[in-house]
């Protein structure tokens, strides 16, 4: 059975970013659910680039069908000024945290404005 990408079904882009010690990381991935991506991220059953770090949600975008949500994150993959500024505001929200615990959750670490809500949402101009 083949899937179709351009049959109308919400999608979404995101980029997660997270902090270590010596710099602050982003991931660019689509979901057609950003919450449950998010926890599968966070509890090491993501990306394999993901695994073992805590990532917080630092921008979404909605799209109308699967293909341009894939086209999409193809083109934010390649933005580099874009992810730079997503980073140095994870930066400057982030200040005064400290690193997490073992059995701490991701949550207690990271600022209640960046978990909740992300540093940036979009909707974008193809969702109709």
């Known amino acids: 059975m083949r899937i ?3 049959r109308p ?19 660019v991935g689509w979901t057609v659910d950003i919450e449950k991506r998010l926890k599968q991220h966070n509890a090491g059953k ?8 805590v990532w917080v949600l630092l ?5 109308r069908t699967r293909r341009q949500a ?16 997503l980073r140095q505001r994870l930066a400057g ?15 207690s670490c990271v600022p209640e404005s960046v978990s909740k809500q992300g540093l940036h949402r979009k909707q974008s101009s193809a969702v109709k």
Request: hydrophobic content about 25%.
């Open 4 to 6: 179709a990408h351009n």
């Open 9 to 27: 079904m919400p999608s979404f882009v995101y980029v997660l970013g997270c902090r270590t010690p010596d710099r602050t990381l982003t991931y």
């Open 46 to 53: 993501g990306a394999r680039t993901t695994r073992g770090r």
């Open 59 to 63: 921008h979404t975008e909605k799209f």
């Open 70 to 85: 894939m086209s999409r994150e193809w083109y934010l993959k390649r933005d580099r000024t874009f992810r730079k500024l």
């Open 93 to 107: 929200a982030a200040l005064g945290l400290r690193p997490r615990g073992r059995g701490e959750s991701p949550e």
